[in-house]
C-alpha cells in the first residue's frame, strides 16, 4: 500500500496539529495503520496505531491524554490529532501500514513522512 502523510508544520508550545495519512494501493483489504515519529538524534519510535475496525487502539505513554487516532475507511484514511504539543514532539512523523488487520511487530509499509515542529 502506498501512504501520503500530510499535515505537519510548526506550531508553539501548547498548539495543535492534525496530521493524515491516505492509502492507495491495497483498498480491498483490512490493515491497520498507525503513526511513528523520529527526531534527530533518535531512533524511530512508536506514536499510535489502531486495528483495521478500530477494536484495538494504542499510544506510546508520551503522548496519551494529548494525541488522537482516528480512521475513516471510506477514504482509506488515518488520522492524527495532536493537541497541547510540547517541544520534545518535535519530529519526522511516519504513517505506517501493517499488512494484517490488527496491528503488531514492524508494519509493513511506510510513508516519506511530514515534519512536526514544535516551538517553546
Known amino acids: 500500500v502506498q501512504l501520503q502523510a500530510s499535515g505537519g508544520g510548526s506550531v508553539q508550545a501548547g498548539g495543535s496539529l492534525r496530521l493524515s495519512c491516505a492509502a492507495s494501493?491495497?483498498?480491498?483489504?483490512?490493515?491497520?495503520m498507525g503513526w511513528f515519529r523520529q527526531a534527530p538524534g533518535k531512533e524511530r519510535e512508536f506514536v499510535a496505531a489502531?486495528?483495521?475496525?478500530?477494536?484495538?487502539?494504542g499510544y506510546a505513554d508520551s503522548v496519551k491524554g494529548r494525541f488522537t487516532i482516528s480512521g475513516d475507511h471510506a477514504k482509506n484514511t488515518v488520522y492524527l490529532q495532536m493537541n497541547s504539543l510540547k517541544p520534545e514532539d518535535t519530529a519526522v512523523y511516519y504513517c505506517?501500514?501493517?499488512?494484517?488487520?490488527?496491528?503488531?511487530?514492524?508494519?509493513?509499509?511506510w510513508g516519506r513522512g511530514t515534519q512536526v515542529t514544535v516551538s517553546s
Open positions: 505506517a501500514a501493517w499488512a494484517t488487520a490488527q496491528y503488531m511487530g514492524v508494519p509493513r509499509d
Open positions: 494501493g491495497r483498498t480491498f483489504s483490512s490493515y491497520a
Open positions: 489502531r486495528d483495521w475496525y478500530g477494536g484495538r487502539i
